[in-house]
């Protein structure tokens, strides 16, 4: 059974703790404290979030307990953060965890075995332990996904179990987490920020810096905003562009049907722009936006596999008859 790389995580009670989860999973991000060696050349493909169970106990009662795994797709590797994103990093403001990567939520599974009769190799059970005693930092650990993947529901290829289909997994959200001191509910949907200046400046700063792109390279850019962001043209061409921008990793971005639609549709050429990693300034007025990282997709048409559908408009059956 082909073996792929985890990072496993122990999440604690804490009401911080917990609201730094609610505020990973929405923002599709997660952070460690410092880097350590062995994340330096790692290209982890999945990772593990566990909490419920304590970790200071020996390995043998460790093995006989239950977690509630939060099992998520690693994308684009460890990187360096320079924004502050975590609400205990914004009210500190100061980085708390620069050591970073992107997490794209596949199943939430309860009440999960951590001894053999789980879906987890013991190796991999007791780096959870181990991360819990050394302040939640991620231990690399090399074991199959197949088990976690068929617990959770998903296909797989048993060749290929890295390929995960989006489409096909259950994902979850922030409002799946369970803890005992239950954190202030504040936020709704992947990667939605409560406060509307600061998304307002993330928006803006990401859409000049997409602008300054373009027009460096001799487009003509119009600010539409709908049904694109931007409308690009140089001679006889024409590009339409969308943009996203974010404090966290560049993991995935929020999408309406109509931009899906528009990106698909063979009349148009489409970009994706996308900015990460956005500082924000939150003392001035109006709030400043600053640096980030660019991830840009040229002639971007998303396939259904990297779509997972979050809300659905039903039709209520007639009731006149």
Known sequence: MKSSTFVMVHVGQSTESQRNLEHGIE??????????PEYKDAHPQFAVLATGASPRVQLENWLQDTATLYLFQVRGGFYTGAAWHWPDEEAER????????????????????????????????????????????????????????????????????????????????????????????RRRGAGYISDPKKRKAIELHAEDLAVAHYEDQGWTVEKLGKPYDLRCTRGTKERHVEVKGTT??????????????????????????????????????????????????????PAEEDLRPRKYEYRLPDATG
Request: without cysteine; glycine residues 8%.
């Open 27 to 36: 923002t599709l991000s997660w952070g460690f404290p410092e880097a350590k």
């Open 94 to 185: 100061r980085l708390k965890y620069p050591q970073r990567f992107g997490i794209e939520p596949l199943a939430k599974l309860d009440n999960v075995p951590l001894g053999p009769s789980g879906p987890l190799t013991e190796a991999g059970s007791d780096a959870i332990r181990r991360s819990g005693t050394d302040r939640g930092m991620g231990k690399l650990v090399q074991m199959p996904a197949q088990h976690l993947l068929e617990l959770a529901g998903i296909p797989i290829d048993p060749e290929q179990p890295e390929d995960v289909p989006l489409d096909k997994s259950p994902g979850f959200t922030a409002e799946q987490v369970e803890a005992k001191k239950k954190p202030q509910r």
């Open 248 to 301: 966290g990793a560049p993991t995935s971005v929020e999408l309406t049907i109509n931009e899906v639609l528009h990106a698909r549709d063979k009349d148009n050429t489409v970009d994706l722009y996308v900015v990460s990693d956005i500082k924000v300034d939150t003392l001035t007025d109006p709030y400043t936006a600053s640096e980030g990282t660019v991830s840009h997709y040229t002639d971007w048409e």
